[in-house]
């Protein structure tokens, strides 16, 4: 408990001091950091643990003493009149004579303390309170969990845009220098005009691939941004080099590795939630209970035609009462049955869930592994294409130069290392969010 509230405190404290930042420099470790204490989902999640600290000190607060206080002043503008018998005042018999009681203006002051004894559905609320604790915990580690993998996706999305882009300028400069040469060489008459206009066809593409990726630059810097709970005119730099990345994706798993079901936080919640139910159901036996309490009253009155009640003369009578109050279910004509049964149905249901939940937890874990495995092997196909499609044009553009190769050629050679590198480094992403993905299986981090 100690440790939840350390945090919850320390979230709200230093989140403001960090939005006071225009700038950040920041590795993947270091954004997943920031995320996890100052993105927008964080900060809800803390706050709904701190409202689940509240609920469960106000059930506990039902069954502690209550007292509560009421003043009462009132004034009889038109007194009751009661008749009694004329004999009573000397009248003759069979009459009735008016006579008012009382005075015209009372004030009356009490304090009532109560202290619940027994109630079994205040012992059922203390264990669903706690429950409840539990669950918000889960949740928020579930919440850290799912903001590590969208800024693991939008670091690495940032990183592959502005990779994109350092790319594609330098293969822009050296196609235009490319184009510009050939355009002399044209201009002598020794090529003709298909060979420049074939070669001005792939730097027209190239141009379009830069100032994409230079669009995607931008937006991938605000999903990011946006993830770390930022504004979107916060400076960022990245650190970390897409080599980092690199190695942090290709780090090796245990093909024997298993899967550990009570550490997952899918299973866990459902388990939360199976116990809630349980405990509602519990909550609605519990009705048939009866409830014990105890209470003492301490009050005075004063009395007065005029309103002399802040008088030092003003007479004021006491009194007091000490009192247990019991309170027993006898007949409902089915009621309180009819909502114990759903809540048992309920909680059968949620029990089917649990085991649902299990069963696709274990899927979905050799779901990942099996998506790590295949991103890994694209990933390795991706860098030996590169690589090949790099020497490729290479030889192409120094035999065009020697015009040994011809501009379609020459243009078939990039458009296939334009494609390698857009597929190297979309792998890289897809890698990347794998390892992550599986990693929160493997080692799921706790808060």
Do not use: C
Not at 79 to 105: D, N, R, W
Request: proline share 3%; no cysteine; net charge neutral.
């Amino acid at each position: 408990m100690k440790k939840i509230l350390i945090l919850v405190l320390a979230g709200f404290y230093f989140a403001p001091l960090k939005a006071q930042q225009t700038s950040y420099s920041l590795s993947l470790e270091q954004a997943i950091a920031l995320a996890q204490d100052s993105s927008y989902a964080s900060l809800n999640a803390r706050r709904e643990m701190t409202r689940a600290l509240k609920k469960k000190w106000e059930t506990t607060a039902t069954g502690l003493p209550q007292i509560n206080g009421a003043i009462n002043y009132n004034n009889n503008i038109k007194q009751p009149v009661t008749l009694i018998p004329g004999e009573i005042t000397g009248g003759a018999p069979g009459s009735f004579t008016p006579v008012i009681f009382g005075t015209q203006q009372n004030a009356t002051a009490q304090a009532t303390l109560e202290q619940l004894i027994f109630d079994g559905s205040y012992l059922v609320g203390l264990q669903a309170a706690k429950t409840f604790l539990d669950f918000s915990k889960n949740a928020y580690e579930k919440t850290q969990i799912e903001v590590e993998k969208s800024v693991v996706n939008a670091y690495g999305s940032a990183k592959m845009a502005e990779a994109l882009v350092s790319v594609f300028d330098n293969n822009y400069k050296t196609l235009k220098k490319s184009y510009d040469e050939l355009q002399i060489v044209y201009e002598n008459g020794l090529t003709e005009l298909e060979a420049l206009e074939q070669l001005e066809i792939t730097l027209l593409e190239v141009k379009g691939y830069l100032d994409n990726a230079q669009r995607s630059q931008r937006l991938a810097q605000h999903l990011l941004r946006a993830t770390l709970g930022l504004p979107l005119a916060t400076e960022l730099i990245l650190t970390d080099e897409l080599d980092t990345l690199v190695l942090r994706a290709g780090e090796e798993i245990n093909p024997e590795i298993s899967l550990d079901l009570q550490k997952q936080i899918d299973v866990r919640i459902a388990e939360n939630f199976t116990e809630q139910r349980r405990l509602e159901w519990q909550l609605e036996r519990s009705r048939a209970l009866p409830s014990l309490s105890a209470f003492a009253n301490y009050s005075t009155q004063a009395f007065s035609n005029d309103f002399t009640f802040t008088d030092n003369t003003q007479q004021w009578f006491q009194s007091s009462v000490l009192g247990i109050r019991m309170q027993v279910p006898l007949f409902s004509s089915g009621f309180r049955s009819a909502r114990s049964s759903q809540a048992k149905i309920a909680w059968d249901q949620a029990k089917t869930e649990f085991a649902q939940t299990k069963q696709a937890t274990q899927i979905a874990f050799e779901n990942a592994l099996s998506d790590f495995n295949l991103s890994k092997d694209n990933f390795g196909n991706a860098s030996k294409s590169l690589n090949l499609a790099e020497r490729v044009a290479k030889k192409n553009q120094i035999k065009f130069d020697q015009g040994i190769a011809s501009s379609f050629d020459l243009y078939q050679a990039q458009a296939q290392f334009y494609r390698a590198q857009q597929n190297y480094y979309t792998s890289l992403l897809a890698l990347l969010n794998a390892k992550t993905v599986l990693e929160t299986f493997i080692n799921p981090p706790t808060f």
